[in-house]
């Protein structure tokens, strides 16, 4: 019996452990998860109408189940044991929830520093407000010893749905401005055709869109120059994103097509960044093993040293802007982050030309390396973060309006055409704002 | 609230356990447990945990009038009432709109459907309720005159989201006299623990790769892929339903509670009638009681008893045809293993075919089971013929879906016998011994479970939404 006794003393002391590690909560003020890229539930508002609609219960679980003593050494040891799990094969096609609207790093900007990672939203991708996030989509990858490829699988009605959404976007905007679009390639589509098996194929969607897009809409093919360089310099291995080389093609075109004169990439000098582990490593580190000690290489360009400055805005606490300024491009910043500091509403970037051209851009995170070519080309480049404005059609306009855009610019890669959380944030921009 | 979460096993069970131990008496014990399950079932219910109070005040006054009217056709008409008043709260929210749908379909009509969303257990709590009044029209049990037991006897938490369903015969002299012990405390602890890790560990990862391959893949699967989703999704019910159940039995014997086995590892059976007496057999036992022999069992027209029987288990599941056709599958199956017996056709004499046979038409059956959407399961029921047209490219993903938990498919296939619990009893003779591992054990799964669960999402149980 006292034996009993002692294994009963045992288990209790278990339970209680159990206990403490969860009753720490109240205490943690953690906000952010870096090892899964998205930000901690918030304690709810305990009333009435919470504790009826469910909302309560359902959120204090999350809380607790976010906010744990060890939780991110439990999360290491979890992600541990599913390796210990897993047979390491050649090639591995997994799924996961994609985040669309957050950026740790706007949330915690020392959170960056430490993974080097990069959301999969938008340049835009960066928000302050947690509300904000929602894993909504699936999104299949396939991992390779030596890169990660994000797939893409099309589907016809939110490709419409898209279509539909950014010609409303285009229409919104008045026509004496100069409107283009951008659909970037993902890396996939140039792989070896045993990749490319498991992706659709972009070039079919792509020109989709271009084809139903608005007639006064001028539709930059970047998938040709793309497809003409070597797939290792215009991406990155471990980052769902095009390296600033990649995305100068895209710019060229774009020169090209809209009759813009441009700097030559020849003119630019080479920078190295060191090394970074991008998103998809971050979103795959369980069964991407082997990529760990093989980080991608970070480089940028600059044209005769110039490197322009940008002023961001973000909301205060009183609801006013506020001012803040940057680097276009910093290193400090870590992987992607490096090209423009995107953890704003907006930003505005203060290009080389001084003959009135103001450029706004809206899109995904593709227009953040973008951007930093665009920037010689025009006196004033606007970065619109579509997650964080939230001002509507009449914000928007008067946007235009008051930064005398000259050219719009929609830019967004393939994949994000069928997360319709993306589309409806274009969406908005042709709405009303809700109060 | 699931048990296998973080706000139940780091603060809602260590708070129960401690308040109900430093309970001085049993009075003081029952009410801890009360209050505890209504704050359980309110905190995943918070509107129909009143509805649940009303239908137990119905039947404790029902049960009370039972047990006073003497006249026959009194007492069947009212045991008529309120099996009627039961069922047709059952009727409203699980099966209404299912009705509402097929009507529509039917006429053409566009009746809105009822707004509100099935209560979580409500399969589960009504059925014990009725085994509450029925046990106390026909004599088996005297109703309980205390109405806060018998809302205990059908809020109790360990069994009340998804049983197994405890007969009030089985526990009625339980809630007034029962003796918690420390060995109830450690084997129901070990209990609660191995069921958590049947959940979290081999349900919730068997699971993943049966939802990746049948649910977000099931329209270009192959043949191998659609038998490998299968296999993941028949080990994926088993450890989530029994690991349910043996963390509800174990938080009963806790309390000092002994509840009925659920689950005696079905999937060695050898026959279908078999597999039916060792899975779910709170279930399978109460419609044999409560409808089968009533109906008039095995002594006439057997095989119309058997047919109905099977449509109610497969309604029972849920309010979709494809339920239905599985209850009925069964149906056929049962009527047909009969008949082939009274041929002394066989087939459980051959130990490994038998098996076999019956392991490949119980997984034929849960695909039936999983899908609700006609135009998905024959999708599926196709790739699992190989006459998927699409099907070309998925074979890799198939393959390292397999991989993800690679490691783990031996100790799926050893975790559905009894494998595990002979070994462990032919090494460790002694009950000393055999105390130490369990405990050891249980201290050890609580805390591997606990960090896993950070890790994975919100992951119900799958008999939640029966």
Same mark, same amino acid.
């Given at each position: 019996m006292k034996r009993t006794g002692f294994y009963v003393f045992v288990i209790a002391l278990a339970f209680c452990c159990l206990f403490g590690i969860s009753v720490y909560s109240f205490w943690n003020p953690q906000t952010v998860s870096t090892e899964e890229n998205r930000a901690l539930t918030s304690m709810p508002v305990f009333d009435k109408e919470t504790w009826f609609s469910g909302e309560f219960s359902q959120e204090a679980e999350d809380f607790f189940s976010d906010h744990v003593l060890y939780r991110s050494w439990s999360i290491a040891c979890a992600q541990e044991f599913e390796t210990l799990m897993a047979r390491q094969s050649e090639l591995q096609i997994v799924s996961h929830d994609v985040d669309i609207g957050l950026d740790i790093a706007a949330v915690d900007p020392s959170a960056a520093a430490d993974s080097g990672t990069a959301s999969d939203g938008s340049t835009a991708a960066n928000t302050t407000d947690s509300d904000d996030t929602t894993a909504d989509e699936q999104q299949d990858y396939i991992i390779l010893s030596d890169r990660i490829l994000s797939l893409y699988r099309f589907d016809e009605a939110d490709t419409w749905y898209y279509i539909n959404t950014i010609n409303a976007c285009f229409n919104t905007v008045p026509d004496y401005i100069n409107k283009y679009l951008i659909l970037a390639p993902s890396r996939v589509a140039f792989e070896d055709a045993a990749y490319q098996k498991y992706s659709s194929d972009q070039k079919a969607a792509i020109d989709l869109v271009y084809d139903n897009t608005d007639s006064l809409v001028l539709t930059v093919d970047a998938y040709t120059p793309l497809s003409e360089q070597d797939r290792d310099e215009t991406y990155f291995r471990t980052d769902h994103h095009w390296s600033?080389?990649?995305?100068?093609?895209?710019?060229?075109?774009?020169?090209?097509?809209?009759?813009?004169?441009?700097?030559?990439?020849?003119?630019?000098?080479?920078?190295?960044?060191?090394?970074?582990?991008?998103?998809?490593?971050?979103?795959?580190?369980?069964a991407a093993v082997d990529l760990a000690n093989y980080p991608d290489k970070l480089e940028y360009y600059l044209y005769d040293g110039i490197n322009n400055n940008m002023t961001y805005y973000t909301l205060g606490d009183n609801g006013e802007y506020v001012e803040a300024q940057a680097l276009m491009i910093d290193p400090s910043r870590q992987g992607y982050y490096t090209f423009l500091e995107s953890s704003c509403v907006?930003?505005?970037?203060?290009?080389?030309?001084?003959?009135?051209?103001?450029?706004?851009?809206?899109?995904?995170?593709?227009?953040?390396?973008?951007?930093?070519?665009?920037?010689?080309?025009?006196?004033?480049?606007?970065?619109?973060?579509?997650?964080?404005?939230?001002?509507?059609?009449?914000?928007f306009v008067n946007m235009i309006r008051n930064m005398d855009v000259t050219?719009?610019?929609?830019?967004?890669?393939?994949?994000?055409?069928?997360?319709?959380?993306?589309?409806?944030e274009i969406k908005n921009l042709t709405q009303d704002a809700e109060e | 609230m699931v048990f296998s979460s973080v706000i139940f096993a780091g603060l809602f069970l260590p708070i129960v356990?401690?308040?109900?131990?430093?309970?001085?008496?049993?009075?003081?014990?029952?009410?801890?447990?009360?209050?505890?399950?209504?704050?359980?079932?309110?905190?995943?219910?918070?509107?129909?945990?009143?509805?649940?109070?009303?239908?137990?005040?119905?039947?404790?006054?029902?049960?009370?009038?039972?047990?006073?009217?003497k006249g026959r056709t009194c007492k069947k008409l009212l045991l008529g009432v309120a099996i009627a008043l039961n069922l047709s709260l059952l009727f409203?929210?699980?099966?209404?709109?299912?009705?509402?749908?097929?009507?529509?379909?039917?006429t053409g009509s566009s009746v809105s459907a009822f707004p509100y969303a099935m209560p979580i257990g409500i399969s589960f709590f009504t059925f014990q309720a009725l085994t509450y009044i029925i046990d106390i029209y026909r004599g088996d049990v005297l109703p309980q005159k205390n109405y806060l037991y018998v809302l205990l006897y059908i809020s109790m938490f360990p069994q009340l989201i998804a049983g197994p369903i405890v007969r009030y015969s089985d526990i009625a002299e339980q809630i007034r006299s029962r003796n918690e012990t420390t060995e109830g405390f450690v084997n129901g602890s070990f209990r609660f623990a191995i069921g958590m890790a049947k959940k979290?560990?081999?349900?919730?990862?068997?699971?993943?790769?049966?939802?990746?391959?049948?649910? +977000?893949?099931?329209?270009?699967?192959?043949?191998?892929?659609?038998?490998?989703?299968?296999?993941?999704? +028949?080990?994926?019910?088993?450890?989530?339903?029994?690991?349910?159940?043996?963390?509800?039995?174990?938080?009963?014997?806790?309390?000092?509670?002994?509840?009925?086995?659920?689950?005696?590892?079905?999937?060695?059976?050898?026959?279908?009638?078999?597999?039916?007496?060792?899975?779910?057999?709170?279930?399978?036992?109460?419609?044999?009681?409560?409808?089968?022999?009533?109906?008039?069992?095995?002594?006439?027209?057997?095989?119309?008893?058997?047919?109905?029987?099977?449509?109610?288990?497969?309604?029972?599941?849920?309010?979709?045809?494809?339920?239905?056709?599985?209850?009925?599958?069964?149906?056929v199956l049962l009527v047909a293993e009969k008949k082939l017996n009274r041929l002394e056709i066989n087939f459980s004499r051959?130990?490994?075919?038998?098996?076999?046979?019956?392991?490949?038409?119980?997984?034929?059956?849960?695909?039936?089971?999983?899908?609700?959407?006609?135009?998905?399961?024959?999708?599926?029921?196709?790739?699992?013929?190989?006459?998927?047209?699409?099907?070309? +490219?998925?074979?890799?993903?198939e393959? +390292?879906?397999?991989?993800?938990?690679?490691?783990?498919?031996?100790?799926?296939?050893?975790g559905v016998t009894p494998i595990p619990k002979k070994i462990a009893v032919r090494i460790v003779k002694k009950e000393r011994a055999q105390t130490f591992l369990k405990t050891f054990t249980c201290v050890a799964l609580l805390a591997l479970c606990f960090v896993l669960i950070m890790n994975q999402s919100y992951n119900p149980f799958l008999y939640f939404r029966f």
């Open positions: 600033q080389f990649g995305s100068y093609f895209a710019a060229k075109a774009l020169f090209d097509i809209a009759g813009i004169d441009y700097v030559p990439i020849e003119d630019y000098d080479e920078y190295e960044a060191g090394t970074f582990l991008g998103f998809l490593y971050a979103q795959n580190k369980a907006y930003s505005v970037i203060d290009g080389s030309q001084h003959d009135g051209s103001c450029l706004l851009v809206v899109g995904d995170s593709y227009a953040d390396a973008l951007c930093t070519w665009l920037a010689q080309s025009f006196e004033k480049v606007v970065v619109l973060d579509l997650f964080e404005f939230e001002e509507g059609r009449a914000g050219d719009f610019l929609i830019i967004n890669h393939v994949n994000n055409l069928e997360h319709v959380n993306f589309t409806a | 356990l401690g308040l109900y131990f430093l309970s001085k008496n049993r009075i003081w014990r029952n009410i801890v447990l009360l209050i505890a399950s209504l704050i359980f079932y309110a905190w995943g219910e918070p509107k129909w945990v009143f509805a649940m109070i009303g239908l137990t005040l119905v039947d404790y006054v029902a049960g009370l009038l039972l047990a006073r009217i409203v929210f699980k099966y209404l709109n299912f009705a509402i749908e097929n009507f529509n379909l039917l979290v560990i081999f349900a919730n990862y068997s699971g993943a790769v049966a939802t990746a391959l049948l649910t +977000t893949q099931y329209s270009t699967l192959t043949a191998s892929g659609a038998w490998f989703g299968l296999f993941m999704y +028949t080990f994926q019910i088993y450890f989530d339903f029994s690991g349910y159940s043996d963390m509800a039995i174990g938080l009963g014997r806790i309390f000092g509670f002994e509840f009925r086995e659920n689950f005696n590892y079905p999937y060695i059976s050898r026959s279908v009638t078999e597999f039916w007496r060792r899975w779910h057999m709170s279930l399978s036992s109460f419609f044999r009681d409560y409808v089968y022999i009533p109906l008039g069992g095995n002594r006439m027209h057997q095989y119309l008893n058997i047919l109905i029987v099977w449509a109610l288990t497969g309604l029972w599941h849920g309010a979709n045809w494809n339920f239905v056709i599985w209850g009925l599958y069964y149906a051959l130990p490994i075919v038998s098996n076999v046979l019956l392991l490949l038409t119980v997984m034929v059956g849960w695909g039936i089971f999983y899908y609700t959407d006609f135009s998905q399961m024959i999708g599926f029921m196709r790739s699992l013929v190989g006459l998927n047209p699409d099907a070309i +490219t998925m074979s890799i993903k393959l +390292t879906s397999s991989n993800q938990i690679f490691y783990l498919i031996p100790l799926l296939i050893i």
